[in-house]
T-cell receptor, first 112, second 115 residues
Framework: EPEVTQTPSHQVTQMGQEVILRCVPI?????FYWYRQILGQKVEFLVS????????KSEIFDDQFSVERPDGSNFTLKIRSTKLEDSAMYFC??????????FGPGTRLTVL | GNSVTQMEGPVTLSEEAFLTINCTYT??????LFWYVQYPGEGLQLLLK?????DKGSNKGFEATYRKETTSFHLEKGSVQVSDSAVYFC??????????????FGQGTILTVHP
């Protein structure tokens, strides 16, 4: 069964450093998403991406964040200058239409 | 915008007990509703879904019915197992039209099942 994959599973970085989180969505899916979950809290929407552009973003997704689909398979989330409060689990998801989303296993980001 | 409220947790049950986790939603339009499950150390897995009023989603013995009149989507299972111990998230999305599928999650309910 096709699944969403994410790398790395765990990323440790110093405050102020740039990180890139990578995702490979399910191959025939057209909509791509990033969510995050701070430890012990609810899952929060960050951004949705369709037709090679951002279709919606939350107030969390400020100028420090960017997304890209550099080729036909990868979908990346970049944080330019990480802050302590960016420490969270980041989930990538994809869907055929803007309905049922399938999630990857997540990347745990730890900012020191 | 949409919001989802789940019952306060955590929930602790003995094996074979009946499970209900309450979920209510507010939304503009007619959202699709989902239950996702997160097992310890893992990501979110889709458990079941319903896309319109009176639909019943079911999977692995879990069920939930989309109740428009009470704006609810309560999760039930007749006989839980230790392996059902996980965090359960209710979620909604306004799909189609100008919506691009932003999922709104409830706060999650931790379920622990003892032998």
């Amino acid at each position: 069964e096709p699944e969403v994959t994410q790398t790395p599973s765990h990323q440790v970085t110093q405050m102020g450093q740039e990180v890139i989180l990578r995702c490979v969505p399910i191959s025939n899916h057209l909509y791509f998403y990033w969510y995050r979950q701070i430890l012990g809290q609810k899952v929060e929407f960050l951004v949705s991406f369709y037709n090679n552009e951002i279709s919606e973003k939350s107030e969390i997704f400020d100028d420090q964040f960017s997304v890209e689909r550099p080729d036909g398979s990868n979908f990346t989330l970049k944080i330019r200058s990480t802050k302590l409060e960016d420490s969270a689990m980041y989930f990538c998801a994809s869907s055929v239409i803007s309905d049922t989303q399938y999630f990857g296993p997540g990347t745990r980001l730890t900012v020191l | 915008g949409n919001s989802v409220t789940q019952m306060e947790g955590p929930v602790t049950l003995s094996e074979e007990a009946f499970l209900t986790i309450n979920c209510t939603y507010t939304a503009t339009g007619y959202p699709s509703l989902f239950w996702y499950v997160q097992y310890p150390g893992e990501g979110l897995q889709l458990l079941l879904k319903a896309t319109k009023a009176d639909d019943k989603g079911s999977n692995k013995g879990f069920e939930a019915t989309y109740r428009k009149e009470t704006t609810s989507f309560h999760l039930e299972k007749g006989s839980v197992q230790v392996s059902d111990s996980a965090v359960y998230f209710c979620a909604s999305v306004n799909a189609g039209g100008t919506s691009y599928g932003k999922l709104t999650f409830g706060q999650g309910t931790i379920l622990t099942v003892h032998p």
